[in-house]
Nanobody, 126 residues
Framework: HVQLVESGGGSVQAGGSVRLSCVTS????????VAWIRQAPGKGREGVAS????????YYADSVKGRFFISADNAKNTLYLRMDNLKPEDTAMYFC????????????????????WGQGTQVTVS
């Protein structure tokens, strides 16, 4: 029933910055677990950043820590991912995903934990 719609992807030069947005409907971000998960061609889906909106607890993959920043605007039902100092290896389709009903922890970066998914937005770094 929950719907997620990503936007903000595009092409950017290495070292540049992009902010992705994910607008949610049919649910609530209050007390929700939401994540940004990416998939590059020929690779599996990789959780890069996640946030529990009840406490703003966040988790980041080591590959993006210090460069990517996740946040949620609960009033606007919108999830954001600010990506700085982008590298070619960041090129991927980026999805937002969500779930509810579990305590926060490192599981939040596992893509298999999420049951609501957006359509994805492509980020290409050259």
């Amino acid at each position: 029933h929950v719907q997620l719609v990503e936007s903000g992807g595009g092409s950017v030069q290495a070292g540049g910055s992009v902010r992705l947005s994910c607008v949610t409907s049919g649910g609530t971000e209050d007390g929700f677990y939401v994540a940004w998960i990416r998939q590059a061609p020929g690779k599996g889906r990789e959780g890069v950043a996640s946030i529990y909106t009840g406490t703003d607890r966040t988790y980041y993959a080591d590959s993006v820590k210090g460069r990517f920043f996740i946040s949620a605007d609960n009033a606007k039902n919108t999830l954001y991912l600010r990506m700085d100092n982008l590298k070619p290896e960041d090129t991927a389709m980026y999805f937002c995903a969500a779930r509810a009903g579990r305590g926060p922890g490192s599981w939040m970066l596992r893509e298999s934990e999420y049951n609501y998914w957006g359509q994805g937005t492509q980020v290409t770094v050259s």
